[in-house]
């Protein structure tokens, strides 16, 4: 797996028995916290290896840092927030590289290995799959809610910070014991923007139930009170080009958390329907509360419904 396709990391196969998995990925700082954002953005770039169906095995620092403008133990920080999922991830942090920036940027290259023959795409699912998102979407536009002093970082930390620093390695464990077909993290397109690359993957048409989306609190509210991400019109753009029917009732609010960019998202899962509730009950034993069943495939032309 390469370029070719819109899957989350490149897979190479090495022998018969293992594939190597690798994916990079770094973010500027969505949270003000060095300790948070260096979590935050190491279960980001861990998750791509997991939603391969593949276990994380090393990891290299990839700094971007303005040393001439901000104190080193801010980096330090960053660092030891890293090191420290990399480590819950079972994988070692081997080295890395640091460049001199305007603006910090954290990030990891990352490297897994899977069974050649358990390669894990976003383009297996298959009509009559159930589809199951394992985390709250929202963050965005919190993000933004708390610097432009709409959301208070308090309540931030305690209620959205935890989920986004989770790793997903638990929920891919949870759904490899099922048929699972399919998997993609959700992250800067969206939750419609990720749920079209696996329609068009499969060739088929994705029901989506939005009253059974699992959102973060506050972020309805700060829609309604005017806050918005950079992301959010973009996102928009690049699905109106492609077949979107909204079979319910939104209100404006609700339609922009469609376009809500993920940081550290959940991922999406696609099972045999008939397995939903069983996945759906194994991922809460796993600690996974926010599980919501979201959505269906459905063996018609390629598009998106939202219900």
């Keep these: ?92 942090l081997v080295g890395g590289h640091t460049v001199d920036d305007e603006e910090p940027k954290y990030g990891l290259c990352v490297n897994g290995v899977v069974h050649p023959k358990r390669i894990i795409t976003n383009a297996g699912a298959r009509p009559g799959d159930a589809l199951i998102l394992t985390k709250p979407l929202g963050s965005g536009v919190l993000f933004n809610a708390v610097r432009s002093g709409k959301f208070s970082f308090a309540e931030l930390e305690r209620t959205v910070l935890p989920s986004l620093a989770a790793l997903n390695g638990p929920a891919m464990a949870a759904a490899l014991n099922f048929e699972l077909h399919a998997c993609t993290d959700i992250t800067g397109f969206g939750i419609l ?51 979107l029917q909204m079979a319910g009732q939104l209100t404006k609010e609700e339609d922009e958390l469609l376009y809500d960019p993920q940081t550290s998202g959940g991922l999406v899962l696609a099972v045999p329907v008939a397995q939903a509730d069983a996945l759906l009950a194994a991922l809460r034993d796993a600690g996974i509360s926010a599980a919501s069943f979201i959505g269906e495939v459905l063996p018609e032309p390629v598009g998106i419904v939202v219900e």
């Design 1 to 92: 797996m390469g370029i070719e396709t819109a899957d989350d990391a490149a897979v190479y196969r090495l022998s018969d028995e293992i594939a190597m998995i690798n994916t990079v990925d770094f973010i500027t700082p969505p949270v003000d916290d060095p300790y948070w954002f260096g979590q935050i953005s190491a279960a980001n770039s861990i998750s791509d290896v997991y939603s391969m169906g593949g276990r994380p095995v090393t990891a290299l620092n990839v700094v971007m840092f303005p040393s001439k403008h901000l104190d080193m133990g801010l980096l330090k920080e960053i660092l030891k927030g890293g090191h420290d999922k990399v480590v819950e991830a079972g994988a070692c």
């Design 193 to 243: 923007g990720h749920l079209l690359e696996m329609a068009h993957g499969c060739n088929s048409r994705i029901v989506m139930r939005f009253r059974n989306l699992p959102f973060y609190p506050g972020a309805l509210e700060m829609y309604k009170k005017g806050e918005t991400t950079g992301s959010n019109k973009a996102n928009r753009a690049m699905v109106a080009r492609h077949k």
